[in-house]
């Protein structure tokens, strides 16, 4: 289902006016509004929670170099930085420990099957 929501204002301003049901109603209360900033966009509601991901970036010898929250549906091996001797997984989970864990023993994997710094390589064995 469609919803349509009207926003007003900017940067510190910005607020949701409104939701309805019907986009004639968001654009009559944009009119009546009378602002420049105010605007209608257009949503699905109850769209799919996206998953949550931890990306790991880690060294051949175990060091963590970053970690960050991210959301989305790709995870997995995500890519070799040559630039940073790292590479990057990406964990569906909140736990930021776990990630770090699963990162780790893919790692070993990794370098047990002799495919460190190949992308392609990589990418196959975790088929």
């Known amino acids: 289902m469609k919803i349509y929501m009207v926003t007003d204002g900017c940067y510190s301003d910005f607020r949701v006016e409104a939701l309805y049901?019907?986009?004639?109603?968001?654009?009559?209360?944009v009119r009546r509004l009378?602002?420049?900033?105010?605007?209608?966009?257009?949503?699905?509601?109850?769209?799919?929670?996206?998953?949550?991901l931890i990306n790991v970036s880690m060294a051949a010898d175990g060091t963590v170099t970053n970690t960050y929250r991210d959301v989305g549906d790709k995870f997995g091996f995500a890519r070799?930085?040559?630039?940073n001797?790292?590479?990057?997984?990406?964990?569906?989970?909140?736990?930021?420990?776990?990630a770090i864990k699963v990162v780790n023993e893919k790692r070993a994997q990794i370098i047990a099957a002799n495919v460190?710094?190949?992308?392609?390589?990589?990418k196959e064995w975790f088929k």
Do not use: C
């Open 21 to 29: 049901s019907k986009k004639e109603l968001a654009d009559e209360h």
């Open 34 to 52: 009378d602002s420049g900033d105010a605007s209608v966009e257009e949503m699905e509601l109850d769209q799919p929670i996206p998953d949550i």
């Open 80 to 83: 070799y930085s040559y630039r």
């Open 85 to 98: 001797r790292t590479f990057n997984w990406r964990v569906k989970t909140d736990d930021k420990e776990r």
């Open 116 to 122: 460190w710094r190949n992308n392609e390589a990589t």
